[in-house]
T-cell receptor, first 113, second 112 residues
Framework: GDSVTQMEGPVTLSEEAFLTINCTYT??????LFWYVQYPGEGLQLLLK?????DKGSNKGFEATYRKETTSFHLEKGSVQVSDSAVYFC????????????FGSGTKLNVKP | NAGVTQTPKFQVLKTGQSMTLQCAQD?????MYWYRQDPGMGLRLIYY???????DKGEVPNGYNVSRLNKREFSLRLESAAPSQTSVYFC???????????FGPGTRLTVL
């Protein structure tokens, strides 16, 4: 079945460091891929998304590229800030059913000043 | 435009008590969802409503019931709460223009 696997955390970085959070998926066909962010005590917010192969989603300095050949959607940011400390979720929505959403287990990012 | 709202924000129940979690959206979305979030497990779908008047089971429906009261509101009911239902519950909605889901702030439920 469809599923998402993302790297376990927590990830601890110093401010201005480069961030990569790995996400790979298993799915039939070409699902839509998402990154959501959850700040402490809050709900999930859409960070970026991509709906077809080779698409690049970007927002707030974060980027992720939909790689069909490696079934990956890794999240990157060139220079993290303390305010980026949060839990990041990778998710997919299958092409055959928009009502299904499969989430990874989440990766907690801690950014130190 | 409040987006997706949920009440209450926090709740403590005793085993066997019942309660209803409320969710409303003002984005005119057709589809609404209830998830639970447990440590290290991401979010799991409990029930969803693809449109007003319809509801379907998700991955973990046991112990829950839902009602799609109208297009705006989708409630989740625990008839007899159990400690295994201690979790954070999120409501989400989705419009027809795409497959992005928009989430509420969550309800943190503890069952003693």
């Amino acid at each position: 079945g469809d599923s998402v696997t993302q790297m376990e955390g927590p990830v601890t970085l110093s401010e201005e460091a480069f961030l990569t959070i790995n996400c790979t998926y298993t799915a039939t066909g070409y699902p839509s891929l998402f990154w959501y962010v959850q700040y402490p005590g809050e709900g999930l917010q859409l960070l970026l998304k991509a709906t077809k192969a080779d698409d690049k989603g970007s927002n707030k300095g974060f980027e992720a590229t939909y790689r069909k050949e490696t079934t990956s959607f890794h999240l990157e940011k060139g220079s993290v800030q303390v305010s980026d400390s949060a839990v990041y979720f990778c998710a997919l929505s299958p092409l055959y059913n928009f009502n299904k959403f499969y989430f990874g287990s989440g990766t907690k990012l801690n950014v130190k000043p | 435009n409040a987006g997706v709202t949920q009440t209450p924000k926090f709740q403590v129940l005793k085993t066997g008590q019942s309660m209803t979690l409320q969710c409303a959206q003002d984005m005119n979305h057709n589809s609404m969802y209830w998830y639970r979030q447990d440590p290290g497990m991401g979010l799991r779908l409990i029930y969803y409503s693809a449109s007003e008047g319809t509801t379907d089971k998700g991955e973990v429906p046991n112990g829950y019931n839902v009602s799609r009261l109208n297009k705006r509101e989708f409630s989740l009911r625990l008839e007899s709460a159990a400690p295994s239902q201690t979790s954070v519950y999120f409501c989400a909605s989705r419009g027809t223009e795409g497959n992005t889901q928009y989430f509420g702030p969550g309800t943190r439920l503890t069952v003693l």
